[in-house]
């Protein structure tokens, strides 16, 4: 341009071009005089006119930009005089909050015709298409996502509590491509969700920016009321949490176990979220943390009751299933992010310390101790994971561990829970969920056929009977239910198959008690052949070992030595085979753990925990004995949660637990 306005100003001197200025020309462009003559020749153009022109065009148009460019620097130095700002980054949920407040009381009422529209991801390529869903909503009863509308790039002004506001959403990504003039921004790309937010009020102070800010968070807190957040991370080796899914709040009243123990739980967590409790810990140097162990048999209540405790005190519930987790890195990342003040649901921590399976086949056998190619049931049943215990006990409180959250850690089989981890400060309280009583199984009726205020039961639904019969019927039906031999799952999804009625749901249970009887006494008695035949399959082994032993060292020693030899090895496998396997995980031990302020229990667990907990239903002992557990697995139907059958063999897994256990306490 520089060059173009020296050109301008010596061609200024055009008229006549006088020989002087084609020489000066000649000289800061070699060859123009042929150039010249060509144009003036062949084109009969004046070449120097022409280049007058373009420089004075070009020197025009850079005297427009910087106008423009001085113009902008005035337009934002008013607006930085005249209005305080706050931005937001693409990824924060403040950004999806502000978002979503605008969407519902600007967008809506003022009409807007440009905004932008999001349901779910979908991830596409040849060979895959799956659909990534960010936020699920599992109240909807739509068979797709819901649409959302949001506000497009650029600016939205509006007046919020008397104060001028603008919110610009910021396109990041440039997908303005190949037009001959520039296309606007909502015309040209749509956003991709993570673009972040300026908001601007007119004024010179934040502080109405900050209101408004809550008011958004409010506003979500609202919409969200209904709903407990559940918040998952994406796969094995993701550790982020990356996926909401909103459920509807399950009350606390659905889950049916120990009304004194129910009682007892919400008032401790009540007790531990009070502000003055915070300060009282930190006062005393108390590290300000609280964790639940939920134990029993499957189909039982602990992930129900943990979303119901989630709903009850608004919390959100962070769920990490221990299987699933990569390493102790990946469940440390994933601690780190948790917010301050939460529910951490842990699953399936009996798993911790177990190799994953898919990344251990090849050693699957050697982990079978007994050598007859079936691994211990719970091994099967639950995978392996890399998760550690010392992994899992430095999360839990360890020094980089948070404060200000709540751990509820559930377990099929929490007499196999090293102490470390049971220990008070880890585990505060322990709640046993077991099988159900006929009261509760009374309290599971009246709730199956209580009239909907919305009428919004299923159609086919005859339920013509008084309120007063129903309460007649859910006796008469809770009778008919032995003490503590089904789980609320299997008794929920035979009422589920009889949802219909009331009176027919009474009538079948006896017919239906008595087959389920049946079958569970036919897995018992399963179950205890099969344990007969791996003795007797085990036993067999050690002996055929002793032989080859024997025969092997027959050419080194004499008959009488070789048979004192045989007879040694035969009574150690035998004391072996007589050892109760309790002893192998410290049974004579003392638990560490017991329920804070709940009356001392009578027994103990097989690794020294306190037997009877929470509850009144039935001591953990009798939880985890096959002849319980058996109870599990039979169902008229196969309910939500109840395909897993209760494992039959509790082995002891002390020598399994890592041995990088540091020392606690
Ligand atoms: N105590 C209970 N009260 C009411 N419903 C229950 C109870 N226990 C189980 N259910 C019902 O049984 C189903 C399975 O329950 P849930 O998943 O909470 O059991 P769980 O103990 O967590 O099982 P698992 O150990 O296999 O994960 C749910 O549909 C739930 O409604």
Redesign the pocket.
Known sequence: MDNLLALAGTSSLLNGASGTTIQDLEERIPGFAILQNFFKTWLKLDLASILTVAALMGAASSGVSSIRDTGAKIYWWIVRFLTASISIAGNDRLNREVLNWLGAHILTKRRTRILTANSEKVLTDTWHYHRVSQERNDYTHDSRAPVHYLPTFGTTWFIHKRNLFMVRRILTSSSNTGWSFRTPDEYAGAPEGDEPLVIMCLGRSVEPIKKFLETCREFADKQREAYVTVRISKGSYNDSWDTSILRPIRPLE????DEKVKDALVADIANYLDANTRKFYNRRGIPYRRGFLLY?P????????SLALAGKFGLELYLIHIPSVGNDDALERLFTALPPKCMVLLEDIDAVGIKRRASSNDDDSSNDSDGDGSSSSDEDEYGRSRVTLSGLLNVLDGVASQEGRIVLM?S?FAEKLDKALVRPGRVDRMIY?GHISPRSSEL?FLRMYAADADSAAPGSRDLQVSEDELKRLALEFSKKIPNEVF???QL?GYLLNHRDSPVEATANVERWVQEEQQTIEAAKEKTRKAAEQKKKRKRERKLVRAAEMAEAMRNYVSDDELETLRQKVEEKSKRKAKRPKDSVDGAEEKGNSEPLDEPKSSGHMPNGLPSSHDSTLSGPNEASSPEKSATGGTNETA????S?ETSTEAEPVSAETDTKVPSHE
């Not at 659905?254 to 176990?257: D, G, I, L, M, P």
């Not at 499957?298 to 009751?305: H, Y």
């Open positions: 659905t889950v049916h176990f029993g499957p189909g039982t209540g602990k992930t129900s009751l559930t099929n969920l599971m789980t609320p799952a929920q309910g939500p949660g109840e897993k």
